[in-house]
């Protein structure tokens, strides 16, 4: 279980100074609009070690989402699982990145979309203002769930909407990456 607190929006200016000050590991969000969409979307999730060090305007995604762009920041919240590190990148971070980019099918995320994450994971998303302590009403975007739920073992994955209900992902479905 990793439970995800995210901060904004930001622009992305906005997004690098308060990374600068607050933040170290950490994964980001960008939602807006590439040429020729109608409305925002969900573009784009990273994840930085030195998450600062990902904000740049000459980013190879970001700079993608040329119109409403606003960026989100987001801080693992839930202690690493136990036993030997196998990568740099924590666990959390990893495995956070891996569901948002598989499950809501981010179109600018390439890695992590083909392949299942090889153990049993649930995110759990919160979302903040931007005085990091005042918690949001209301979801950034309609299309990130409040929970994504992937339990492995043939069984369905699950995208929780809070509020209002839940999709589920079966075997085949969820195996394929179209």
């Known amino acids: ?28 969000m960008c939602i807006g609009k590439r040429p020729y969409q109608r409305a925002p979307a969900l573009q784009y999730v990273g994840i930085g ?71 049993s994971v649930t995110v759990l998303n919160r979302w903040w203002r931007t005085d990091y302590a005042t918690p949001r009403r209301k979801r950034p975007h309609p299309d990130w769930p ?5 339990p492995s073992y043939g069984l369905p994955a699950r995208l929780v909407w809070f509020g209002k209900g839940q999709r589920h992902i079966l075997g085949p479905d969820y195996a394929d990456p179209t």
Not at 146 to 150: A, F, G, H, K, Q
């Open 49 to 119: 070690i030195q998450v600062r060090t990902r904000l740049k305007e000459d980013h190879h995604k970001l700079q993608e989402v040329t119109k409403q762009r606003s960026m989100w920041l987001g801080e693992v919240v839930t202690a690493e699982p136990s036993g030997k590190k196998i990568k740099v990148t924590p666990a959390t971070l990893d495995y956070a990145e891996w569901l948002h980019a598989r499950f809501l099918r981010l179109p600018l995320n390439e890695k992590k979309t083909k392949g299942l994450p090889p153990r």
């Open 146 to 150: 409040d929970l994504i739920d992937y």
């Open 1 to 28: 279980m990793i439970a995800v607190d995210w901060f904004g929006p930001y622009d992305l200016e906005g997004a690098k100074k308060a990374a600068n000050s607050d933040y170290g590991d950490g994964l980001y």
